[in-house]
């Protein structure tokens, strides 16, 4: 993705030194970038993970994450600008039949019985969501609302950062992002883990912050899909996880 290069490399410099480092790594080990952690990066570059989010930030990402997978879409379709801004609708359907089948291995071995003990015996399940991630926390708590649960998810981030320090250990959170990074979705994180509040946390990126902040996590596979400045990655294997949770927890109760 040309286009995605050309507009980082205009904000080089408005880096500091050390950004440049990080900066300059990235894109000439772009491969290499897509396996590394934030602490594996910063171990390479001699540099705190600090420093590797504030240049993801100065650069216009939410954090290292949302930074990695731009920078691996664009060295997946280095072959030509034409693959990325016209995919056939066979390689789109191919990529989310793929998602989809990674997601549902993965949650064979995930404890689903468990998190969906924990829905059915939470006093209320607050469900937490920003950008591309909220409509699937709208729709979900929708569900859950006609299945006999007290379930919220607010679209508003000021409330949904009161609602995380108000919940209970008697409660449920489920947090809902595809980076596992944002700054917003970290921050109601820690204020529930300060009040002991169980979290199960749907991610669609490995080795995210969020998941050390979480109970539970279930991971999906999702591809970040960048044109321009739009995310327009799709949400379907997140969406998918809820679901599966729903119709489970749904069969639970009618055996109640």
């Known amino acids: 993705m040309q286009s995605l290069i050309n507009k980082l490399q205009k904000k080089r410099p408005q880096l500091s030194e050390l950004e440049k480092q990080v900066f300059d790594y990235i894109l000439r080990n772009p491969t290499e ?9 910063a171990a390479k570059l001699f540099l705190s993970t ?5 240049t993801a930030k100065h650069l216009g990402f939410k954090g290292f994450q949302e930074l990695k997978y731009a920078i691996a879409q664009y060295s997946q379709t280095e072959r030509g600008e034409r693959e990325l801004t016209n995919p056939s609708i066979i ?3 191919q990529s989310i039949q793929l998602q989809l089948s990674q997601t549902l291995r993965l949650l064979q071995q995930a404890p689903i019985k468990e998190i969906v ?4 015996h939470a006093k209320v399940i ?15 708590a929708r569900k859950l609302t006609f299945l006999g649960k007290k379930a919220n998810a607010r679209i508003d981030w000021d409330e949904q ?3 995380s320090k108000s919940l209970s250990c008697d409660d449920l959170a489920i947090i809902v992002s595809n980076s596992g990074e944002t700054i917003h979705i970290i921050e109601y994180a820690l204020n529930l883990q300060q009040n002991n509040v169980p979290v199960l946390a749907i991610v669609g990126t490995e080795n995210s912050r969020l998941e050390t902040l979480a109970t539970h996590t279930l991971q999906a596979s999702v591809d970040m899909i960048y044109f321009e400045e739009v995310d327009l990655s799709s949400r379907v294997s997140l969406s998918a996880i809820l679901d599966i949770l729903l119709i489970q927890l749904a069969g639970r109760s009618s055996h109640e």
Not at 117 to 120: G, K, P, V, W
Not at 126 to 140: T, W, Y
């Open 126 to 140: 607050e469900i937490f969501g920003v950008g591309g991630s909220l409509p699937n926390c709208i729709e979900a």
């Open 50 to 54: 600090a420093t590797i989010s504030r």
């Open 117 to 120: 003990d924990a829905l059915y």
């Open 91 to 93: 390689s789109l359907s």
């Open 33 to 41: 970038i897509k396996q590394l952690t934030i602490d594996e990066l």
């Open 161 to 163: 950062q009161a609602v």
